[in-house]
């Protein structure tokens, strides 16, 4: 059935998020459609509303929320009624080069619904019946949500849904970064640039995986104070250094591990510099398309460096999803203190607003 839902649309690059009435269709075969509990608001959402992420408008935003299942459609197994699901902006078609091989976070399928569902259409119209893309084949910034079986995670119901919807992205993307791609050993020394909510679950990834150091580099001395929370042994405030990873090399010898969480080939740069030999630097960051960076090429084999990516933390997410929520369960793994402060949808500007400014580690909307 068609359900009637509140919606946070992006109509037009460089423009305020507006708040909408939009028509959502009912799930069609291998889909089906939640009542969205809770919608974190990330960075990737504000950088499809400047173009940074060419996904063209008018476009539903939100990937990472939780929610309920209301409908299920035809041919769907493993989901019913009244079941707990995050959304995940990847579609892990499960028979492609890339999933097969284990890598379902490259899915080749996932690459043909950016801003669609799998099958090239969308479940979403405005007031005027016209289509609106959705963000990453989710659009889960809205009240309800149709989505493929592919983008949906089961999860346990005793977890809070706005605590299990940021392992949807922030949470999986900085504490993956830190346990998939990076594959940190106890004992390690890390660097982390750019303490926001990515930034914040690759200091705790360290801190859980069992860095020895984990030095934390921002230049907003209160997020600062929020990765010593979250399991940084030092932190570094851009506003009192000339040069970052000459400060960090001089603190540890030269970290095992650098994360760069910001999304800037200057970064990239610096966390590159603050490696020691046979050390590894993940760019978790989501850069403008026309960004570069630069690095002394000798030293790639005679310090055996490495410089590597990392997209949604190398996520498996049928299966690293519940495994990050049972760290949490287990008291192992911080949720409830990432999020700062909680909106209603029409404070949806607002919230946008506060993490332009810095002020949450992350901010939540929560539904009725």
Known sequence: MDRQAKAVVCREWGKPV????????????????????????????????TGKIQYPPPLVLG????????????????????????????????????CVRGHPVLCESARKAMFTLPDGTVRTRDSQGEPLNVFGACGVMAEYATLHVDNCVKV????????????????MTGVGAVFNTAGLEPGSRAAVFGIGGVGLNAVQGCATAGAEMIVAVDNNPKKLAMAREFGATHTIDLNEVDDAAKAIRKLTGGVDYAFECVGAGA?????????????????????????????????????????KG???????????????????RAGKLKLDELITQTYSIDEAVQAFDDMISGKNARGVIVFD
């Open 310 to 328: 990392s997209w949604l933390g190398s996520a498996r997410p049928q299966h690293d999803f519940p495994r990050l929520l049972g760290l949490y």
């Open 156 to 171: 346990a119901e005793d977890v809070p849904l706005q605590n299990a919807a940021l392992v949807g992205c922030a949470v």
């Open 267 to 307: 970064v990239v740069e610096q966390a590159y510099k603050s490696l020691g030999r046979g050390g590894t630097a993940v760019v978790v960051g989501v850069a403008d398309p026309k960004d570069k960076t630069s690095i002394t090429t000798l030293t790639l084999p005679a310090d055996e460096r490495t410089l």
């Open 63 to 98: 990937h990472e929320a939780a929610g309920v299942v209301v409908e299920v459609g035809e041919g769907v197994e493993g989901f019913s009624e009244g079941d707990h699901v995050v959304s995940s902006f990847i579609s892990m078609c499960g028979k492609c080069r890339q």
């Open 18 to 49: 507006q708040v909408e009435q939009i028509t959502v269709d009912g799930p069609k075969r291998g889909e089906i459609t939640i009542k969205v509990f809770a919608c974190g608001v990330c960075h990737s959402d504000l950088s499809a509303t």
